[in-house]
């Protein structure tokens, strides 16, 4: 059975930075796709990056673009999400989750309970 479990959540401050891990288990691939999701207080869970299984791009949405960076180590079977530079407005409940590829969380099959990360001074 798939899982995946996030960890690495927690007190960061502007300007800090913060690694997200997604450890993932049941995988048949070796390299599947991975995608990371926030969902703040009172808002819609929207996509924050993503990368592919099948050719390896990276996705972020404009939001965070140029400041997290989204990885994978096959061997380990983990997902990581580095927050470079975070935002107050980046305090949200991440997820990762997999699906067959990045077009969504509608398309997520599989997400991890979430971990939590608030951005304060």
């Known amino acids: 059975q798939v899982q995946l479990v996030e960890s690495g959540g927690g007190l960061v401050q502007p300007g800090g930075s913060l690694i997200l891990s997604c450890a993932t288990s049941?995988?048949?691939?070796?390299?599947?796709?991975i995608g990371w999701f926030r969902q703040a207080p009172g808002k819609e869970r929207e996509g924050v990056s993503c990368?592919?299984?099948?050719?390896?791009?990276?996705y972020y949405s404009e939001s965070v673009k140029g400041r997290f960076t989204i990885s994978r180590d096959n061997a380990q079977k983990m997902a990581f999400l580095r927050m470079n530079r975070p935002k107050p407005e980046d305090t949200a409940i991440y997820y990762c989750?997999?699906?067959?590829?990045?077009?969504?969380?509608?398309?997520?099959?599989?997400w991890g309970k979430g971990t939590l990360v608030f951005v304060s001074p």
């Open positions: 989750a997999t699906g067959r590829e990045c077009t969504g969380p509608t398309t997520m099959h599989y």
């Open positions: 990368i592919s299984g099948s050719d390896n791009r990276t």
């Open positions: 049941g995988f048949i691939l070796n390299a599947p796709t």
